[in-house]
């Protein structure tokens, strides 16, 4: 981790309360706390992205009949030699 730097962050009092609560239960700081859940909040912000630019790509390019034919093609081939399957 870099630079650790202080800010202020206002919040109601009901959402205080419910850090506070979860803070006491996890045994952490609130610090720890909020650090985690940024940190939560945009990994979940660049998955989000990561697969809108998939769809976005799939859309602009999407597989061709040919393309679907022959995965079905090779992965029923490949279960085949599956002992289960």
Same mark, same amino acid.
């Given at each position: 981790?870099?630079? =650790?730097?202080? =800010?202020?962050?206002? /919040? +109601?009092?009901? =959402?205080? #309360? ?6 006491? %239960?996890? *045994? &952490? ?5 909020? @650090?985690?859940?940024?940190? @939560? ?7 989000? &992205?990561?697969?809108? @630019?998939?769809? &976005? *790509?799939?859309?602009?390019? +999407?597989? %061709?009949?040919e393309e679907v034919a022959l995965a079905h093609q090779i992965s029923?081939?490949? /279960? #085949?030699?599956? +002992?289960?399957?």
């Amino acid at each position: 981790m870099g630079q =650790i730097v202080k =800010i202020s962050v206002s /919040l +109601p009092v009901e =959402i205080l #309360k419910a850090v506070e609560g979860e803070c006491k %239960t996890r *045994g &952490e700081s609130r610090s720890r706390f909020f @650090r985690h859940a940024v940190e @939560r909040l945009l990994d979940q912000q660049h998955g989000q &992205e990561a697969v809108r @630019r998939y769809v &976005e *790509g799939y859309r602009q390019q +999407p597989e %061709t009949d040919e393309e679907v034919a022959l995965a079905h093609q090779i992965s029923s081939a490949v /279960l #085949k030699q599956e +002992p289960w399957a």
